[in-house]
């Protein structure tokens, strides 16, 4: 057998090993109170425009794509989710300090601002998470509100 074929099929081995390592996914049963939109206001489009462009990376229910089934994807998405909800999780946004509660939105308004949120690795795969200028203008406006009825909290 050639050194090549060798190494292919050792290749192959580890590829069909690795398919039994399967991250947790994120995907919680229960309804999480804590939800920003069970404890803030906002209007339905703007809830439909931040679960649709954000939920799958900053909330505690990813809407799983196919190839999520396969190693490494798998591994590679459920990294990119825990980064994400360890600096912002939509579905536990009402735990948080008003301190930290105005803070997150501010970077909110900020990565929506910069075009770094949603991640381009997504937007690619997920077209419709992709904002516009007017979509982008209607999620900084509901932050910025947002935190004129957070700040008074703030201690
Ligand atoms: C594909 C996954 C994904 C999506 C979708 C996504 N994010 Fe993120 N987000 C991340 C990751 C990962 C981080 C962690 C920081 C990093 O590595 O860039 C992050 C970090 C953040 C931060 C922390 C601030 C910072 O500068 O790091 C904010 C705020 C944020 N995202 C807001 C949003 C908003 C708002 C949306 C929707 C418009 C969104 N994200 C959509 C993955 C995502």
């Known amino acids: 057998m050639s050194i090549t074929k060798k ?7 580890v ?6 390592i399967k991250p947790a996914k994120n995907q919680s049963s229960a309804p999480s109170p ?9 209007s ?3 809830k439909q425009l931040i679960r649709t462009s954000c939920y799958d990376c900053h909330s505690n229910n990813t809407v799983y ?3 999520a089934e396969i190693q490494p994807v798998a591994w590679w998405l459920a ?3 825990n980064k994400a909800k360890s600096e912002l999780n939509f579905s536990e946004f009402a735990s948080y300090t008003p301190k930290k509660a105005d803070h997150k939105l501010e970077e909110v308004i900020e990565v929506i601002q910069e075009g770094e949120m949603p991640l381009k690795s997504y937007t690619l795969i ?6 516009s200028e007017a ?11 947002l935190r004129n009825q957070i700040k008074p909290n703030i201690k």
Do not use: M, R
């Open 126 to 131: 997920h077209g419709n998470a992709k904002l």
């Open 15 to 20: 590829l069909i090993i690795i398919q039994f």
């Open 34 to 42: 804590n939800d920003i939109f069970a404890n803030f206001q906002a």
């Open 44 to 46: 339905d489009s703007t």
């Open 135 to 145: 979509q982008k203008t209607e999620i900084i406006t509901w932050a910025k509100e």
């Open 79 to 81: 990294d990119h989710v």
């Open 65 to 67: 794509p196919w190839y």
């Open 7 to 13: 190494i292919l099929i050792a290749l192959l081995g």
